[in-house]
């Protein structure tokens, strides 16, 4: 019988480590909740205004606008939520199948600018490139998080699980430790939310801009003092394309708006 | 790139009173926060924000301080400070008698000036 209680309490403990994923707004303030449900507050509404402009801005040496080949930016609802996915067939890369890769958002932004408007890529954490990427996720708002079932993809997400759980920096913490293992619990003023991707590029009030996911991905890392990795490194990637997974099925919520 | 967002409604009945938002992108630096190599990042505020409303609609109200043209009225005036967050925010009312256009103007250190008008038809 006691035996019986004990694999009772002990089914009842691994059941309710599954307990339903919750997004880190749900962990926000009433405060932050409203600036992030208000699209006439969210700043972040800045970012996709700029990136709606750019949408339609002819620009590069081919003297094209994202809209001239993909039309209204209104048909690419669904696009942000694949992403980090397997790159579209480029221009460049349609004969050569070994450069074929896994990219986020922000790289394939920048392919096509580099490969269709002829225009130079822009860096990481470009306030355009953001804007654009902000827009096009703002499409697939509401949507839920649907990374597409490629064997590339699913490599990366295998590698991308293994950093997870790596153990990493100074303070000796994977990622799984706080974001599996704290969750909902508080670290300093803040509470420690699961880590599922369901709103970027965020507006995050301490950076009081919008950033995308490895900037965040990079400020976990310093946290714990280990050495970031760097933007648009494969390891970036990988966690990306594994969070992603993690949080498939969660309604999309870009522009977030977090603490 | 500066930007800004307008909330308000298009139109309204004579009498009604609406409520206007505003919300522009601006970094808002303090004058006062050090980078990381110890060097004083210089102060960058807007200073000011007006609202002010031109009656009638179709006029030209292409005037860079639609405050002192004749026929306009402030409507809502902000001083700002470095206390102020990052992409300010404001709200507030307005009572609609006549069609016309509200602008708004944000002024600010570095030469910084934005502006936007809303038209708004009241019936």
Not at chain 1, 95 to 114: D, G, K, M, P
Not at chain 1, 132 to 143: N, V, Y
Not at chain 1, 189 to 198: A, E, F, V
Request: net charge positive; hydrophobic share 40%.
């Amino acid at each position: 019988m006691r035996l019986a209680l004990a694999i009772a309490a002990l089914v009842i403990a691994l059941t309710s480590a599954a307990e339903p994923r919750k997004s880190g707004i749900d962990y926000a303030s009433a405060a932050t909740q409203t600036l992030q449900k208000d699209d006439a507050q969210n700043p972040g509404m800045l970012w996709v205004k700029d990136g709606q402009a750019r949408w339609t801005e002819r620009t590069g040496a081919a003297n094209k606008a994202c809209a001239d080949c993909h039309g209204e930016i209104a048909k690419m609802r669904g696009v942000a939520v694949r992403y980090p996915a397997m790159a579209a067939p480029s221009a460049a890369t349609a004969s050569a199948t070994s450069t074929q890769r896994v990219i986020n958002l922000a790289q394939q932004i920048n392919q096509c600018r580099v490969e269709r408007q002829q225009a130079s890529a822009w860096p990481a954490e470009n306030a355009s490139l953001l804007g654009l990427e902000a827009a096009l996720a703002f499409e697939s708002r509401t949507l839920p998080i649907a990374p597409p079932v490629q064997p590339l993809l699913a490599a990366a997400q295998a590698r991308g699980e293994a950093l997870y759980r790596q153990r990493i920096g100074q303070m000796d913490l994977s990622c799984r430790d706080c974001h599996d293992g704290l969750a909902g619990k508080r670290l300093g003023g803040n509470i420690i939310p699961q880590g599922h991707p369901t709103g970027y590029p965020i507006y995050r009030l301490e950076w009081q801009a919008v950033g995308s996911l490895q900037r965040r991905l990079r400020g976990c890392m310093t946290a714990v003092r280990a050495e970031p990795y760097p933007y648009g490194s494969s390891e970036l990637l990988d966690l990306e394309a594994y969070l992603m997974k993690r949080a498939a099925g969660m309604p999309l919520e870009t522009p977030g708006v977090r603490p | 790139m500066a930007s800004a967002l307008i909330t308000m409604p298009k139109a309204a009945r004579a009498g009604d009173v609406i409520e206007v938002r505003a919300l522009v992108q601006h970094a808002m630096e303090t004058g006062y926060r050090r980078s990381s190599e110890g060097a004083l990042l210089p102060r960058d505020l807007i200073r000011r924000f007006t609202c002010s409303f031109v009656e009638g609609t179709g006029q030209s109200v292409s005037t860079s301080d639609g405050s002192s043209k004749p026929g306009s009225r402030l409507v809502f005036a902000a001083t700002l400070h470095a206390a102020v967050a990052a992409n300010p925010y404001f709200a507030f009312h307005f009572r609609a008698e006549r069609s016309g256009t509200l602008i708004f103007i944000w002024t600010g250190d570095n030469g910084f000036a934005h502006r936007e008008q809303v038209n708004l038809l009241v019936t």
